[in-house]
């Protein structure tokens, strides 16, 4: 993670020869008390296929979310490229990579996490592929109890690292973070050659931001008043909304 703050500019419109990569949750979307409560923009809905003509296809959504979740959350949409659980999986134009099966001792740290869960309403756990999330922004109570059970995780599994954020926290392999996945992304048509630009919210985005920077592109923080790689900002993700529809109307004008 950089250390050098943001100078507090809205980035450029976006170019017909960029390659936008969008964190979901607190970018596009505004959170929600839980995952399953946030709801798409219709503007956005039907914003987001003129983007990809305007950009020959080059747009992908880069989430923590799975896959499936981002395909129930956007439908009826039919977005072709995504990368689910920080790259985890991904889903592009040339096909697709599936997350990893989990394996028993897997399963049974999700079914210890939900137990600890059940005690504290709001409190939720999601698992798959090697990918453990535990959330608390509903139910703060629960954060010392989730805390503690990850680092005892980390302990018993071999290969994953802890992802601290302020209502949650991740398990996730090693190796695995959203700037590998756009790094994976810009190798492919109809990314490669392409500006890419990534706009994310959270300390999960951070890798997502250097990888953008390597390729001199442009990096956007939502919000946040931290330390941050990223050399744009916009506040929130109603000004995110508004950039792109001002990226389109430009477009539309010319
Ligand atoms: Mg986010």
Redesign the pocket.
């Known amino acids: 993670m950089g250390s050098e703050s943001t100078d507090d500019a809205a980035p450029p419109l976006i170019e017909e020869d960029w390659a936008v990569f969008l964190?979901?949750?607190?970018?596009l979307a505004e959170?929600a008390p839980t995952p399953s409560d946030v709801r798409i923009d219709p503007q956005l809905m039907q914003a987001l296929p003129k983007l990809a003509e305007l950009c020959g296809g080059a747009v992908a959504l880069v989430?923590?979310r799975s896959i499936q979740a981002l395909d129930d959350l956007f439908a009826p949409l039919d977005i072709a490229a995504m990368a689910g659980l920080h790259g985890l999986e991904r889903r592009g134009h040339g096909g697709a990579h599936a997350a990893p099966e989990m394996g028993a001792d897997f399963l049974e740290l999700a079914r210890q996490a939900e137990a600890i869960a059940a005690e504290y309403p709001g409190a939720l756990v999601e698992y798959k592929g090697g990918c453990l999330f535990l959330h608390w922004r509903s139910a703060p109570d629960a954060a010392a109890s989730f805390s503690s059970f990850a680092e005892r995780v980390r302990e018993q599994l071999a290969g994953h690292r802890l992802h601290p954020g302020a209502h949650g926290i991740e398990i996730r392999p090693i190796g695995v973070d959203k700037g590998i996945a756009i790094a994976a992304f810009m190798e492919e048509a109809p990314f490669r050659g392409r500006r890419p630009v990534f706009i994310?919210?959270?300390p999960?985005?951070e890798p997502g931001f250097a990888v953008v920077n390597a390729f001199d592109g442009v990096s956007v923080l939502?919000g946040g008043d931290r330390p941050t790689s990223a050399r744009y900002r916009l506040d929130n993700p109603r000004r995110v909304r508004q950039w792109l529809f001002a990226s389109l109307d430009r477009k539309q004008a010319a």
């Open positions: 964190d979901v949750d607190g970018s959170h989430s923590g994310g919210d959270d999960a985005d939502v």
